[in-house]
């Protein structure tokens, strides 16, 4: 059984920053993309960052210029680090990553999800 772990989430004051980290547990092959969504109080779930396998990444325009999702291949974890934050941030954040555990078959994986609250 996979598992996404998650750290990182708190309370700031907006103009703060803080990172996130999701590290993967169990057996895989390896995985494909990995990502970060969000979801606020009576909102849907969205997305907020992706990095591919080749590091190739993309943002919701909401977040470009302040937020950069990276990835440590060698230890299975996808970090992202949140720059310049904003109240209309406050969410749960919620790893996603795309786990391959055979050559023929892969499987979404979430994490538990850490609060991130951006205070005025």
């Known amino acids: 059984q996979v598992q996404l772990v998650e750290s990182g989430g708190g309370l700031v004051q907006a103009g703060g920053s803080l990172r996130l980290s999701c590290a993967a547990s169990?057996?895989?092959?390896?995985?494909?993309?990995m990502g970060w969504y969000r979801q606020a109080p009576g909102k849907q779930r969205e997305l907020v960052a992706r990095?591919?396998?080749?590091?190739?990444?993309n943002y919701a325009d909401s977040v470009k210029g302040r937020f950069t999702i990276s990835r440590d291949n060698a230890k299975n974890t996808v970090y992202l680090q949140m720059n310049s934050l904003k109240p209309e941030d406050t969410a749960v954040y919620y790893c996603?990553?795309?786990?391959?555990?055979?050559?023929?078959?892969?499987?979404?994986?979430w994490g538990q999800g850490t609060q991130v609250t951006v205070s005025s």
């Open positions: 996603n990553a795309n786990i391959k555990i055979s050559m023929l078959y892969a499987y979404e994986r």
């Open positions: 169990g057996r895989f092959v390896s995985i494909n993309n």
């Open positions: 990095v591919t396998s080749d590091d190739s990444t």
